[in-house]
């Protein structure tokens, strides 16, 4: 390996952080006090993720997607989820369609789940028939009809909304979907500062219009970018020692663990966490991953991955403790162990 | 060289001298809390020393020898010995190569820099990424080099347990001291049946202790108060024990008040025993083996009065006439008819064959003293009882025979023998419940018309609109009491299988 290798990995790098950088200044014009929240999208859409948003209802969740399609110039829909939506209501179905000469035939009418960026908001909404529709989109990433499979176009990305309060008549989203979201973000009032803003931007005659940064093709690049950052034996072991943590019984759980915690995190956990610590260390200017990346990203990729268990539940127990508790038990590579 | 292999090098310094240094605190760290842990051992050994002092002196055993001072140097050597063996192995463990880059990289915010270009100069083919990662390294590597890394141990504090636990030992060192100043008293446990035993022989037979001075033997009065009680009880038991054995104990006393002047304490002794077997019949009566020990005399003991009957009291003490009428009567009453004996343990022995016979020659000499006092002799009215019984005949069971017709005539249930005994004539009964063999089920069909029944009709009436709202009833807010019932609740239904 040549000097112009790392000269190109460092290139890489320097773009990947230059195009996170505008379009996280574009989406910041539109959504104010989410500084997190726009980090944690941006980092789950580079890291080749979906991302589940929750939150009460104002604060935000639609319009931060809708200005993240504007600004990437992806192809967006969304899909508003409702009790009484049919599977065919995602996915599309045949319709029958005039033809020239004056007959009639079936075409396939491709559902909304056919874009770049997809909003599933109040996904919790449909029943779970529904909401398995999208199951095989989110990770084969292609869309089955009777015998059509349509290859679903990259970057395709589902971000899905839920309110947490408003739980009557909703169906909770199972195991098998919950899993397959890269991060989970909690979604949360914005600070006294930035209601000012929000006010001013949205009551007065002034319109914010946004345009777009970046594209499509730049976003698979910068995908492959990330993918190509290297991960060393430490960080693997600090994130498989992690994801062990979470599930109760193993050599590594805490307390909190084996008392409340009935099912830990799968091995797609372990995956989201190197991903999206790539993406981490990519923005922190280094070239592999670290311990704190894995460590930073912890939290969203674990929190809905933890089922608690009956007593957890009725302790008052959140998955963000349990989390916490792991974070906090487990040393890291880099902690001196004197003892 | 190149600049993966400089690198490399300084790399290994790097981990070099921080593994030294880590390995040295955690030396001093692993000291420290071996050190807390081995401190109540400077009280263990000397409380284990007073113990032992202790225990000597209750068994009036002469001191420990071991000097104090060895053991307040032992106990004060031990902890610190411990914590030494336990600092020195860990040290001798060392620190990993990558735990010591992992610590340099914690310690200047290098974020698993060195560690992940250490990984990355170790392979022979390295992506684009991760040549820069060793670039981007090697340029932190200087300072990883240059900075001089304090890795604090963990401090412990010991100083107020050390002092805490060397207060007690000082305190149990005095006491032992004490302990083995205290004057040691020849005891005797009175409790002991060996010791007993041995303090009875031993005031039959004193011992021979050397006098220099000449002076003469110790007596029996010598011997302090508790022996003498133990020796009480030795005599008791020495009387109820069987005729082979009391007669030399008996020649011995003999012997011994005629030689040392003591008779009457001997006498007395047996006296007392005696008295004691006469006052207490019940505890005669309550275990086994002296009721067995008492069967054995009794014939000669009854004997003896026959034979002897017409022959003059033989001329004794007092004492030694009292002794032997009331042995002889305690062991007649000592039987196991006495009312105060335990209920199971009378009524074993009246259904024995031994106890039996004795029975009946009791009931013998009784009716020749009647006949006696009458002035004759007597036909004997046991002949005029009814005979014994001779059914032959095997009852059902515990049930008496209704058809016995024995040769003795119609008597109570017999306890068979021989061979009757062995054949199998007991009936088993059925265990099938039920009733075997009902015969055929006879069912007889008739032919009825059926009765029409007349019923009110009912009339559909109109469904009244929902007056609530159709929703989920919302979550009832427990407190937190509430919740914790419901919970251990729950999870106790859980638990049954």
């Known amino acids: ?339 | 060289m190149s600049p993966q292999d400089q690198l490399r090098s300084d790399l290994d310094r790097i981990a070099e001298r921080n593994g030294d240094a880590m390995s040295a605190a955690r030396a001093r760290t692993v000291f420290g809390l071996s050190l807390g842990k081995a401190l109540p051992l400077l009280a263990a050994i000397p409380g284990l020393y007073a113990l032992a002092q202790l225990g000597a002196w209750t068994k009036d055993e002469p001191a420990h020898g071991v000097p104090i001072l060895v053991v307040a140097a032992l106990a004060a050597a031990l902890p610190f010995g411990w914590a030494a063996i336990k600092s020195w192995t860990a040290r001798r463990e060392g620190t990993d190569r990558a735990a010591a880059l992992g610590a340099v990289d914690g310690r200047l915010e290098l974020e698993g820099r060195l560690l992940a270009a250490d990984e990355f100069t170790a392979k022979d083919a390295r992506s684009a990424f991760e040549m820069a990662a060793i670039e981007d390294a090697a340029t932190k590597s200087s300072q990883a080099l240059s900075a001089n890394l304090d890795f604090a141990s963990v401090v412990t504090d010991s100083k107020r347990p050390a002092l805490a636990w060397g207060a007690a030992g000082a305190v149990l060192l005095v006491l032992s001291v004490w302990f083995a100043s205290l004057e040691r008293h020849p005891r005797v446990d009175p409790a002991s049946d060996q010791d007993v035993a041995q303090a009875g022989m031993g005031a039959l037979t004193p011992p021979v202790e050397p006098r220099p001075d000449g002076a003469p033997k110790k007596t029996d009065q010598d011997v302090p108060a508790p022996v003498a009680a133990a020796d009480r009880k030795v005599a008791a038991a020495a009387a109820s024990k069987p005729s082979d054995v009391s007669p030399e104990v008996s020649n011995e006393a003999k012997e011994s008040s005629g030689k040392t002047g003591a008779g009457r304490s001997s006498g007395a002794m047996s006296s007392s025993a005696a008295s004691e077997s006469k006052s207490s019949p019940s505890s005669q009566g309550q275990p086994t083996d002296p009721s067995k020990d008492v069967k054995k005399p009794k014939p000669a003991d009854k004997k003896k009065p026959k034979d002897t009957g017409a022959d003059p009291k033989p001329e004794e003490s007092p004492e030694n006439e009292q002794s032997g009428a009331t042995a002889g009567k305690g062991s007649s009453k000592g039987s196991n008819k006495n009312p105060t004996a335990s209920d199971w343990k009378s009524r074993d022995q009246v259904t024995d064959a031994d106890d039996q016979e004795v029975e009946d020659d009791e009931e013998t000499d009784e009716d020749e003293e009647e006949q006696e006092n009458r002035g004759g002799v007597q036909p004997s009215l046991r002949d005029r009882r009814p005979p014994v019984s001779r059914d032959l005949q095997i009852g059902f069971g515990n049930r008496p025979s209704p058809d016995a017709n024995g040769r003795g005539g119609p008597s109570e249930q017999k306890k068979s023998r021989g061979v009757a005994s062995l054949v199998l004539g007991v009936p088993i009964p059925d265990r099938i419940k039920g009733r075997p063999g009902p015969g055929p089920t006879k069912i007889t069909q008739e032919r009825i018309e059926p009765d029409a029944e007349e019923s009110s009709q009912i009339t559909a009436a109109n469904r009244k609109p929902r007056s609530t709202p159709l929703k989920r009833p919302s979550t009832v807010e427990l407190d937190a009491s509430l919740r914790k019932l419901v919970q251990s609740y729950f999870l106790k239904r859980r638990a049954m299988p």
């Open chain 1, 1 to 339: 390996m040549s000097d112009s290798n790392a000269d190109k990995a460092r290139a890489d790098a320097q773009r990947f952080r230059e195009t996170y950088d505008a379009i996280h200044t574009e989406v910041s014009r539109m959504m104010v006090g989410q500084n997190d929240v726009i980090e944690g999208v941006l980092t789950a859409l580079l890291a080749g993720g979906h991302v589940l948003l929750e939150g009460v209802p104002g604060l935000g969740k639609t319009m931060l997607v809708s200005s993240l399609g504007k600004a990437v110039d992806l192809s967006f829909s969304r899909i508003q989820f409702t009790p009484d939506m049919m599977p065919a209501d995602v996915r599309g179905t045949a319709v029958l369609v005039d033809t020239e000469g004056g007959g009639h035939q079936l075409e396939f009418e491709e559902g909304p789940i056919v874009a770049n960026l997809v909003l599933a908001d109040e996904i919790n909404r449909a029943t779970p028939k529904t909401q398995s529709a999208l199951l095989e989109a989110m990770q084969e990433r292609q869309v089955t009809v009777g015998k059509r499979t349509i290859k679903l176009e990259e970057p395709f990305c589902v971000m899905a909304t839920q309110n947490p309060v408003e739980q009557e008549g909703t169906y909770p989203l199972p195991e098998a979907q919950l899993d397959r979201f890269l991060f989970k973000l909690v979604v949360g009032y914005p600070e006294e500062a930035d209601y000012k803003e929000i006010i001013r931007r949205t009551t007065t005659t002034d319109e914010v219009s946004l345009k777009s940064v970046s594209t499509g093709a730049t976003i698979n690049e910068l995908r492959r970018t990330v993918r190509s950052v290297p991960c060393p034996d430490h960080a693997e072991d600090y994130a498989i020692r992690l994801v062990m943590a979470t599930q109760p019984g193993s050599d590594y759980a805490p307390g909190i663990v084996n008392q409340f915690v009935s099912l830990g995190s799968s091995p797609r956990g372990a995956q989201a966490l190197i991903l999206g610590a790539k993406v981490k260390a990519l923005l922190a200017g280094r070239f592999a991953v670290g311990a704190e990346d894995i460590a930073a990203v912890a939290m969203p990729v674990l929190r809905h991955r933890v089922l608690l268990g009956f007593e957890g539940l009725s302790e008052g127990i959140t998955t963000d403790q349990v989390v916490e508790e792991v974070l906090a038990k487990l040393p890291r590579p880099t902690e001196v162990a004197t003892s």
